[in-house]
């Protein structure tokens, strides 16, 4: 089975019922199918082939899941990016994916897309297209020009050919190097993926969702768009973050589900406007990244009526493996992510890997359907994270209890999320070490009332160099997404160092806890 079969099936089933919500847009599984495949059709017109990589780079628009699943449809692979992509990004993410087509919009909430891509297109050498949703210049298609339909025995040739484990979506992430890879995730993971969380929640054909997270992202993605493709439900689409607009959503739309960090919940569920909003729709409100704090869990219950669900993945395994069920209580949920999906391994091992008994900590490592393929054109990094085994090293370090529940203990990785968002320190301290007066940079996440977590730069200058914060800062806006930049720069004359010249960030991190113990 591949994603294109879902289409196959539901407009088949319910071509009536609506798929996509979008501001005053309502599109139908007929009309989801017939989009699709009309994009699918102007790929194939532009040459693309099984297994070629299709850029988008965009806000979470109908377009941006049209294209990814007209690309999917014939075995092309979705490779999308934040809508906050700067040029350098840009100019990164479509070279190591090869990607010969880029869709994307002109503009968005001031951002000026056509002007990163300008800036970069040059440098772009396997870039053959650029499709704009709203714009028509020389070298830029308009989308609506691109649109084709579809010749039935040429589309259904390239659907045809398609298999399941074939890639299908290639989603970004960073590690120790600070150089983002691709996570090659094939049909079959995102089928085994959507169809544990499925299972594992109850979510049902006849749920509603209030989708505020980016594509680019396995939670909006996977767990948002491909889920809902799979079961046959609706997805309100949000193209931003906004707590009172989501709260609109949810009441407006019946909505049953939401799933966020708690950060989004909190600015939602303590909103003045708050009570102009009947949520008493929502049964499935799922949290993800963090422990649900007890405060959060109160208001819940509270307001809503019901406890949400907790849940654990990553990029590199498609999306959430663990969830916590309401049955389990609430005490759970301030500590514990739940239990394994029934259609993985999880084990514990140390670091000479040896499998940890009951109760002690050790690094999570996973096997399974929804592991992906490996990261794209990256041997080396493949060989850190896969074990002779086959097993997933995640780099995050847990326990089980004795009901098989997984508390997450601390992470071996030094990733942070900020509102939702990955940020992978070596990415960041590698663009600080770009500017001319700095030395050393070590990036850590520190607690954060609204977003969860923030960045934290210590940074050792060059001798008789003086940067300021304010310079750094400045130095980062038009290398990072804004997300990225810390929130505190520090300068310091000297770093604690290990012998070797590293940065010591466990003591880094110890000060941190000390500083933020006396507030």
Same mark, same amino acid.
């Given at each position: 089975?591949?994603?294109?079969?879902?289409?196959k099936?539901?407009?088949?089933?319910?071509?009536n019922?609506?798929?996509?919500?979008?501001?005053?847009?309502?599109?139908?599984?007929?009309?989801?199918?017939?989009?699709?495949?009309?994009?699918a059709?102007? =790929?194939?017109?532009?040459?693309?082939?099984?297994?070629?990589r299709?850029?988008?780079?965009?806000?979470? #628009?109908?377009?941006?899941?049209?294209?990814?699943?007209g690309?999917?449809k014939i075995g092309?692979?979705?490779?999308?990016?934040?809508?906050?992509?700067?040029?350098?990004? =840009?100019k990164?993410?479509?070279?190591?994916?090869?990607?010969?087509?880029l869709?994307?919009?002109s503009?968005?909430? &001031? %951002?000026?897309?056509?002007?990163?891509?300008?800036a970069?297109?040059?440098?772009?050498?396997?870039?053959?297209?650029?499709?704009?949703?709203?714009?028509?210049?020389?070298?830029?298609?308009? #989308?609506?020009?691109? =649109?084709?339909?579809?010749?039935?025995?040429?589309?259904?040739?390239?659907?045809?050919?398609?298999?399941?484990?074939?890639?299908?979506l290639?989603?970004?992430?960073?590690?120790?190097?600070?150089?983002?890879?691709a996570?090659?995730?094939?049909?079959?993971?995102?089928i085994?993926?959507?169809?544990a969380?499925?299972?594992a929640?109850?979510?049902?054909?006849?749920?509603?969702?209030?989708?505020?997270?980016?594509?680019?992202?396995?939670?909006?993605?996977?767990? %948002?768009?491909?889920?809902?493709?799979?079961?046959?439900?609706?997805?309100?689409m949000?193209?931003a973050?906004?707590?009172?607009?989501?709260?609109?959503?949810?009441?407006?739309?019946?909505?049953?589900?939401? &799933?966020?960090?708690?950060?989004m919940y909190?600015?939602?569920?303590?909103?003045?406007?708050?009570?102009?909003?009947?949520?008493?729709?929502?049964?499935l409100?799922?949290?993800?990244?963090?422990?649900?704090?007890?405060? =959060?869990?109160?208001a819940?219950?509270?307001?809503?009526?019901?406890?949400?669900?907790?849940?654990?993945?990553?990029?590199?395994?498609?999306?959430?493996?663990?969830?916590?069920?309401?049955?389990?209580?609430?005490?759970?949920?301030?500590?514990s992510?739940?239990?394994?999906?029934p259609?993985?391994?999880?084990?514990?091992?140390?670091?000479?890997?040896?499998?940890?008994p009951?109760?002690?900590?050790?690094?999570?490592?996973?096997?399974?359907?929804?592991?992906?393929?490996?990261y794209?054109k990256?041997?080396?990094e493949?060989?850190?994270?896969?074990?002779?085994?086959?097993?997933?090293?995640?780099?995050?370090? &847990?326990?089980?209890?004795?009901?098989?529940?997984?508390?997450?203990?601390?992470?071996?990785?030094?990733?942070?999320?900020?509102g939702?968002?990955?940020?992978?320190?070596p990415?960041?301290?590698?663009?600080?070490?770009?500017?001319?007066?700095?030395?050393l940079?070590?990036?850590?996440?520190?607690?954060?009332?609204? #977003?969860?977590?923030?960045?934290?730069?210590?940074?050792?200058?060059?001798?008789?160099?003086?940067?300021?914060?304010?310079?750094?800062?400045?130095?980062?806006?038009d290398k990072?997404?804004?997300?990225?930049?810390p929130?505190?720069?520090?300068?310091?004359?000297?770093?604690?160092?290990?012998?070797? %010249?590293?940065?010591?960030?466990?003591?880094?991190?110890?000060?941190?806890?000390q500083?933020? %113990?006396?507030?």
């Amino acid at each position: 089975m591949v994603l294109g079969d879902f289409f196959k099936k539901h407009s088949q089933e319910i071509p009536n019922n609506e798929a996509l919500v979008f501001k005053e847009r309502r599109i139908t599984f007929k009309q989801y199918d017939e989009a699709t495949d009309r994009v699918a059709m102007g =790929l194939l017109k532009l040459g693309v082939q099984r297994g070629d990589r299709i850029a988008i780079y965009g806000p979470l #628009w109908p377009e941006v899941v049209f294209a990814y699943f007209g690309a999917a449809k014939i075995g092309a692979i979705g490779v999308p990016m934040s809508a906050r992509t700067t040029a350098p990004e =840009l100019k990164f993410f479509v070279n190591d994916s090869e990607s010969s087509v880029l869709f994307m919009p002109s503009t968005f909430m &001031g %951002g000026d897309f056509m002007a990163n891509l300008d800036a970069v297109r040059e440098e772009m050498p396997t870039l053959k297209h650029v499709v704009c949703f709203d714009l028509e210049k020389e070298g830029v298609l308009l #989308w609506e020009k691109f =649109l084709t339909d579809p010749d039935p025995a040429v589309l259904n040739k390239a659907k045809d050919a398609v298999q399941e484990d074939d890639s299908a979506l290639f989603i970004y992430t960073s590690g120790t190097t600070g150089v983002p890879k691709a996570a090659q995730l094939t049909h079959k993971n995102l089928i085994a993926l959507t169809n544990a969380q499925i299972e594992a929640t109850g979510y049902h054909r006849g749920h509603i969702i209030v989708l505020n997270l980016p594509f680019s992202h396995v939670g909006g993605a996977v767990m %948002g768009i491909i889920c809902n493709v799979n079961v046959g439900n609706k997805v309100v689409m949000m193209d931003a973050f906004n707590p009172e607009e989501t709260l609109r959503l949810v009441s407006e739309e019946k909505a049953t589900t939401l &799933g966020q960090v708690p950060a989004m919940y909190a600015m939602e569920l303590s909103h003045p406007n708050l009570s102009k909003y009947d949520i008493s729709t929502l049964k499935l409100p799922i949290v993800s990244s963090q422990p649900c704090p007890s405060e =959060l869990i109160s208001a819940f219950k509270k307001i809503v009526g019901v406890i949400p669900l907790n849940a654990y993945g990553l990029t590199e395994t498609t999306a959430a493996i663990t969830y916590t069920h309401p049955s389990h209580g609430e005490e759970k949920l301030t500590y514990s992510v739940g239990k394994p999906v029934p259609s993985i391994q999880m084990v514990l091992k140390d670091d000479d890997g040896n499998i940890m008994p009951q109760g002690e900590a050790g690094e999570i490592c996973v096997k399974g359907p929804v592991v992906m393929k490996g990261y794209w054109k990256r041997p080396e990094e493949d060989a850190k994270v896969f074990d002779a085994d086959g097993f997933l090293h995640t780099g995050d370090m &847990g326990r089980f209890e004795d009901d098989g529940y997984l508390v997450i203990v601390g992470r071996k990785k030094e990733m942070y999320i900020r509102g939702g968002e990955n940020v992978y320190p070596p990415e960041i301290e590698e663009a600080i070490c770009r500017h001319p007066d700095v030395m050393l940079a070590a990036v850590v996440g520190r607690p954060h009332e609204k #977003w969860g977590e923030v960045g934290r730069a210590y940074i050792m200058p060059k001798p008789g160099k003086n940067p300021t914060p304010e310079e750094i800062k400045e130095f980062l806006k038009d290398k990072l997404s804004n997300f990225k930049i810390p929130e505190d720069v520090i300068i310091r004359p000297i770093l604690p160092l290990t012998p070797l %010249g590293k940065v010591k960030k466990l003591d880094l991190y110890t000060e941190m806890k000390q500083e933020l %113990g006396k507030k």
